[in-house]
């Protein structure tokens, strides 16, 4: 079996890109109307999707954050937890620097070592039944 997942490098980004958009969409329409269902469905929705893949491609500090942000967003989804102003800072910061990992792998084919921000989030992000 070959496990040359080059060919897949540009459909990987693509799809990145998209998901950093929609994130990036749907935390102001959270930030707007904090009882928007809908934005915080998509969120869970694309960092799912987002740590799925790159664990696939092999970004794995790139999967781990958006691992952090899909268990933020689960728990809220599932009503086992309220953000608070620096949560949804951290997210947003954390969404920033995916961003910038994403467009480091464009164009180097590496990704940012995020291990930092994975570290400060897991600070400010509490431990929560979505994220056993």
């Known amino acids: 079996m070959n496990n040359d997942l080059t060919q897949f490098s540009d459909l990987y980004i693509q799809t990145a890109q998209d998901y950093i958009a929609l994130m990036k969409k749907n935390i102001d329409l959270f930030l707007e109307n904090s009882t928007k269902t809908s934005a915080v469905e998509q969120l869970f929705i694309a960092s ?7 664990a696939v491609m ?4 790139t999967s781990e954050a ?6 933020l967003f689960r728990a809220v989804k599932e009503n086992q937890l309220t953000l608070t102003k620096e949560m949804i800072a951290q997210a947003v910061l954390l969404i920033k620097k995916l961003e910038e990992s ?8 590496k990704e940012l070592d995020l291990t ?13 039944d979505a994220s056993l």
């Open 116 to 128: 930092t921000d994975i570290k400060e989030s897991r600070t400010m992000f509490p431990k929560t």
């Open 48 to 54: 799912h999707s987002l740590k799925s893949q790159s």
């Open 102 to 109: 994403i467009k480091m792998i464009a164009q180097t084919k």
């Open 66 to 71: 958006s691992k952090l942000l899909e268990h």
């Open 58 to 61: 092999g970004y794995t500090t």
